[in-house]
Structures are given as structure tokens and as C-alpha cells.
């Protein structure tokens, strides 16, 4: 049932395989490429998390202290870092004054480039699908607001592969993603810690059942977790990624930064106090938990 939901639909045995002539596709040769070149780094592992959105290389104890904190979103490609990524492309478009409609026309163009390279995960496509209708809202002044162009961006997803609906990582995106929007005017803070905390804590709140539904846990200091890890992701660890596979001599001081942060985790993981495990709630409870939550 699983593999079904990814479009496949057998099993096969091979006895013997035999290379008859190389993948001509171009995003493998670029994927390939850009793997040749992050295996040359002593932080590959966070590398290609950041930048192709694989995770395999990553211990699978590293893994589990990430997810057993709350902050696994972090190692997933999603809106935070297409944000950055179309931050950083618009930046450097208007210091070689390339701006107005043709900068966002470019910028667009790489996200759906990169959301084919990293594999039209749900978090990547919906960032990227949400980035474009924003971005065609303000350029031709539709006046849609926020959470119609969620709506859209939920329609077309859903449209492309109806799958996504029993995808694990679709239902915490769009979950997460609904309440942030409905409750944008209540989110924002001058103070970049408040506005975390707040963020943070709906964040928990909203995905609370689907945790609890899949994985029988949770920790309440997700959010207190959140502000350390939050900041050192997007503000260093992830930039530092991005400049350190253009220039690799910076990849020394990555892989320094990459091991206190796995440090910081298991120390952060070693207090289970507000960790708790739940039996799996019956639909009709989730479905009154957002209701309530909602009113």
C-alpha cells in the first residue's frame, strides 16, 4: 500500500544487470555532478541534506536525536530554505541590476529547476508552488490574499499526484503552513526570538495529532528546542552550506560547527522529562482537536 503511493506498483528479482549505456537525463547529470563533487568534503553528510534534500548519509542516531527534539523540519528542504534561496538569487540579481518582474521571472526558473532536482518532494513543492502564485500575485496585482493562494497551491499538489494526501511530510506542511498563515497577525514580533517562540509553540500545537498519529510521541520542549536550533540552522549552518560548496575552504569550519551542533542535540535529547508517548488517537479526536483548536 505504501509503495503504492509512489507509484509503484512491483516487485521484481534481478538475477544479473547489465550497463548498456549511461543516463542521457540532464538533471541526473547534474545531480550526479553535484554528488561527485560534496562526496570531496568532510561535511557531505549535511551538504547533501541541504542542498539535494538527502538525508541517507546521516547517522541514523543523529537522525532520530533531531526527530525526537522536534526539529527534523530543519534537515528537510521546505520553505525556509527556498526562502533563503530566492533571498540570496534576488540579491545578487539586483547587484548586477538585473531587477523589477524579470528578476522574479529568473528567480522562478531555478526554483522549478531545483524543485525537479531534489525530487518534487511535498515541503519543496509546496514552498516553491506557494513562492510563484505569491510572486505572480504582487507582480500582476491579483489582490488574492495569503490563504487563497494556500488553497491554490494545495489544489495543484493535489491535483499532480493526489497521493500527497497520505504523505506524512504533505500533512505537516500544509498543516503547519495553514495555521501560520490564518494566524499571521498574531505572529509577528519586532523581537526575532518572540516571533520564534510564537511560531514555534502554534507550530507544536497544529502538528501535534499527526506526531502522536504516526509516531506515539512528543516532546513539549520542542519549542524551547526550536529557538537554539532554529537560528543556528538558517542563520549559519545552512548559508555556511551553501558558501562552502562554492568554496570549499570553508569546509573545515562547517564540519567543526556540524559536530557542536550533534553535540548540542545529544545533550538536548539526554532530557526525556517532557518527552511523552501517546497510544494512536481514532480520527474522530483529531478531527475535534482542530476543530477546537480552530474555533
Known sequence: KYLETKKIYYLMDISSIKKIANNKNI?????????????????????????????????????????????SHLLAISGMHISLFSGIILFLLKKCHIGGNISYFITILFLLFYMKLTGNTSSV???????????FNKMFNFK???LKIWCFTFS????????????????????VSFYLILLQKNLTSNNYFIGLLKISFVSLLVSLPISIYYFYQVNFLSIIWNLIFVPLVS????????????IPYFDALLYLLINIMESIAGVCNSIKMFQFIFGKPSLIWIFLYYLIITL
Do not use: C
Open 235 to 246: 542563520i549559519i549552518i545552512f548559508p555556511l552550506s551553501l558558501i562552502t560548496f562554492i
Open 156 to 175: 495543484i499538489i493535489i491535483f499532480k499526484n493526489p497521493y500527497s494526501l497520505v504523505d506524512v511530510g504533505f500533512q505537516f506542511s500544509f498543516t
Open 27 to 71: 538533471f541526473y547529470k547534474i545531480i550526479n555532478l553535484i554528488d561527485k563533487r560534496i562526496n570531496t568534503y568532510k561535511s557531505k553528510k549535511y551538504l547533501k541534506a541541504f542542498i539535494l534534500g538527502k538525508t541517507d548519509l546521516l547517522d541514523d542516531d543523529i537522525k532520530t536525536n533531531y526527530q525526537e527534539l522536534g526539529v
Open 144 to 146: 488574492l490574499s495569503t
Open 125 to 135: 513543492s509546496r514552498a516553491v508552488i506557494l513562492f510563484m502564485l505569491l510572486t
